[in-house]
């Protein structure tokens, strides 16, 4: 089986939110947005966009019916700006107009008068201010302060890790329909249709009843459309209600790059200690998060940075500070791997410069200390396994690491102008919603009496093959081809509380419910069966659509026994629900057992830099994952090789650019750039780990989306060690991505040191 959109996405057939025909009288809004970063607003001139013939209508904080400030965590936010803004591009007003080119051109006739504030871009610089979202946090493991002396080598260092861009294909956008006595009919495309559904109603004064949020598939949302593709079906909805006619939104991808927050940037401090024998005794780390303007996900965000920070790694004393830092930027939120990524990205740092230190192989370091089963995280949570230690095993023999390392040597004593560098990386990455109630899945099954199957779930189609997998689900409890089966839309009124489409868990919390309601039906199935064939229930099975009694086929198949059952008046549709078991998280004590279980996998990265022009190639990346038992091995894959691709992106090309006064300056794909075909390595190689089934998972497999986008840090640090085979590298702070102009300055460190201060002149 293949990814169930493929024939329809080549052929350009799939639908999105504004490929639907669209409704008679359908308008049109855009956003005008603050063009500054802080203050607040004196006066909003709208006149002149109000002249323009075709505006409709144009709405502001005082047009909200019901509640104006909303908020997945805390209600922080207003939908339009209340008096001052924030950040540069937060609404202010909504122009609606009769089409999109006039709601474009009623924007740009919007004026603001606004008295400028003082602008924070930096954690650091915000912290300090006491400006914060919430108070530090601290996690303890151990005893750090006593420990550091009883360390042979001790480090410690500063990090400044950028954020990312989603760059989703599909811009945030939203259609909504007004229906009968007050009732919203909305097509968004976003991965958490039932918090837009409340949050709807609660900016409309609507009861959450009236408002029928409707999904077929996103065109990419990678976390960006967990909690912001709200606020356009906010504002889209808003007008509907208020004008009773359908209104569409569609972010430019200019407005969709300003408006929206991204990964999170941080700032951060490490200090690592090992013993003699190479064992991490002590490790410390402090996160400012670049958390943006309002509170958002930054919180969950931050609390897997946490539980993340020691990534695979056994260390017995471990402090970790972590604070959500208030800034003048867009409010940053939800990206593939929520806070996991940068939580393990300073551990890696340190076990660099430690390794350096001490003249060995940073892979000597990670092996060394490597989590075995039976170790207890800091936050509770025990390792139930070495499959961890499996992957990294098998990465290290199958891609005949030695060799690898050798013929590098060789190379780099050959070549001066050329360097090359590999680096491994391990990942163990928790697996379940760490707000232990969203782990929750549903599913609707109907056998229609033709035969046919249409299944809908809670799961968000954005690309990761959750339908696919869905359909998959139901042809291998069903016993029938899956070319029967159907994945309808996610709709809010055929599944209620829909917990978003995120942390990886969809498959896992949807598809178990999806047996659930396969296996109810079944049941029914299989007793009209056995009085048929006159046998027990028990014996019944079915294969390939045809009916099997003890093993042995009968004459009955799928569509005949669908039809008697349904003459029999038994169940042809059902709903399944499930929860994980053994669950639950403290997160005011930091303290229990959050994932159901973990995703492993070992990645190698080889590189070549180019010591004259500072630029790189990615040579090979060569990886071992485990994935339990996978479902459909394309589109695992496909999520597998996504995910190692954004991840490289992340930490060499993809380089988010402010102003220090709070503009977006790389705020294009001409000057955001991201990895392309070419770019990636031509040898990329993913072994999955055998004989690995997953208990935990349905029909044995493992959560995949996001694990496989931590692989990538390795491609930061083989550049690195290319790098540091041509002149070692000092610095006093380590930052990522390294792009191509960063390589350039650590391969040159005078000519640097004299650009900087050179620059540092030019800005006086
Ligand atoms: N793959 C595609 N093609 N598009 C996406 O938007 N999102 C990622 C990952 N893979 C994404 C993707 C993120 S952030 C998550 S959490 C998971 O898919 C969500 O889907 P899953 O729970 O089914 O893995
Ligand atoms: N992952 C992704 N999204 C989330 C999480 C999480 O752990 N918690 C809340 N939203
Ligand atoms: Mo993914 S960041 O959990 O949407």
Not at 59 to 78: S, W
Not at 257 to 279: A, C, W
Request: with cysteine.
């Amino acid at each position: 089986m293949k990814h169930c959109d493929s024939q329809l996405h080549v052929t350009g057939r799939s639908e999105y939110v504004d490929d639907v025909s669209p409704p008679a009288g359908l308008l049109h809004a855009a956003v005008f947005g603050s063009p500054i970063a802080h203050g607040e607003i004196q006066s909003l001139d709208t006149s002149k966009a109000r002249e323009i013939p075709g505006v409709i209508a144009i709405y502001t904080f005082d047009d909200i019916p019901g509640e104006a400030y909303f908020g997945a965590i805390v209600q922080d936010e207003p939908l339009f700006a209340d008096n001052k803004v924030f950040f540069q591009g937060q609404a202010i007003a909504l122009v609606v107009a009769e089409t999109y080119e006039i709601a474009r051109q009623g924007v740009k006739a919007c004026a603001v008068n606004i008295d400028p504030l003082p602008v924070i871009t930096c954690p650091r610089e915000a912290f300090a201010k006491g400006e914060l979202h919430q108070e530090l946090r601290v996690f303890e493991k151990g005893d750090v302060d006593a420990n550091w002396s009883k360390c042979e080598t001790v480090v410690e260092g500063s990090i400044d890790l950028a954020g990312q861009e989603h760059l989703y294909l599909e811009t945030n956008r939203c259609r909504s329909i007004p229906c009968e006595d007050g009732q919203l009919k909305v097509y968004s495309s976003t991965q958490s249709p039932s918090v837009t559904q409340k949050t709807i109603a609660h900016i409309l004064g609507l009861p959450m009843n009236k408002v029928e949020v409707d999904v077929k598939r996103l065109g990419g949302g990678f976390g960006g459309k967990e909690d912001q593709a709200t606020h356009w079906a906010c504002m889209a909805s808003l007008a509907a209600f208020l004008l009773q006619k359908p209104c569409q939104l569609v972010l430019s991808r200019s407005d969709d790059m300003r408006m929206t927050g991204k990964r999170h940037p941080y700032k951060q401090d490490f200090k690592i200690g090992l013993d003699s024998d190479g064992r991490i005794l002590a490790y410390e780390v402090s996160h400012y998060q670049n958390s943006g303007a309002f509170m958002d996900l930054s919180n969950p965000v931050l609390e897997r940075t946490c539980l993340h920070s020691t990534n695979s790694y056994a260390i017995p004393h471990v402090r970790i500070r972590a604070v959500p830092c208030r800034t003048n930027l867009p409010s940053n939120t939800a990206f593939r791997g929520f806070g996991g990524p940068q939580g393990m990205f300073p551990l890696e740092v340190a076990i660099e410069k430690v390794a350096q230190k001490l003249s060995v192989s940073p892979d000597w370091i990670q092996e060394r200390n490597l989590a075995r089963s039976g170790y207890v995280f800091h936050y509770g949570q025990e390792l139930e396994d070495d499959r961890l230690h499996r992957t990294w095993q098998e990465t290290k023999e199958s891609f005949d690491l030695e060799t690898r390392r050798q013929a590098i040597a060789d190379f780099n004593k050959k070549h001066s102008s050329k360097k090359r560098g590999l680096a491994l990386m391990p990942v163990c990455f928790g697996i379940s919603f760490t707000k232990t109630f969203l782990n929750q899945g549903s599913s609707l099954v109907h056998v229609y009496t033709d035969g046919t199957v249409s299944v809908t779930t809670g799961g968000i189609e954005m690309g990761q093959g959750v339908s696919s997998n869905m359909i998959a689900i139901c042809s291998r409890v069903f016993g029938i081809p899956h070319d029967r089966i159907l994945c309808n839309s996610t709709n809010t009124s055929r599944i209620a509380n829909i917990s978003p489409s995120a942390a990886s868990a969809t498959s896992d919390l949807n598809g178990n419910a999806t047996i659930i309601a396969c296996r109810e039906i079944l049941a029914g199935m299989k007793k009209v069966a056995a009085t048929k064939l006159k046998c027990e229930p028990e014996e019944v099975t079915i294969v390939d659509g045809r009916v099997h009694c003890s093993g042995k086929a009968s004459e009955l198949d799928w569509n005949t026994l669908v039809l008697e059952s349904y003459f029999a008046r038994v169940q042809l549709m059902a709903h399944g629900f499930y929860t994980p078991p053994n669950i639950s998280f403290d997160p005011v004590v930091g303290w229990g057992r959050p994932f159901h279980y973990y995703t492993y996998g070992t990645c190698l990265i080889e590189a070549t830099v180019d010591c004259i022009q500072g630029t790189y190639t990615i040579d090979t990346a060569k990886l071992v994952h485990d994935l339990g038992r996978g479902i459909i091995p394309s589109v695992d894959l496909g999520q597998v090789e996504g995910g190692l691709a954004q991840g490289i992106g992340w930490v060499t090309l993809e380089e988010l650019a402010f102003s220090d006064d709070g503009q977006l300056l790389s705020n294009a794909l001409s000057t955001y750039k991201c990895p392309d075909g070419d770019f990636l390595p031509d040898d990329i190689e993913v072994k999955f780990l055998e004989n690995a089934d997953n208990p935990g998972g349905p029909l044995g497999s493992k959560a995949v989306g996001e694990p496989p986008f931590m692989y990538g840090m390795a491609a930061f640090f083989a550049i690195r060690r290319a790098v540091e085979a041509f002149s070692p590298i000092e610095e006093e702070e380590t930052k990522s991505p390294i792009t191509p102009e960063q390589t350039l300055l650590k391969l040159y460190p005078n000519a640097a040191h004299s650009l900087t201060a050179n620059a540092t002149k030019l800005k006086k």
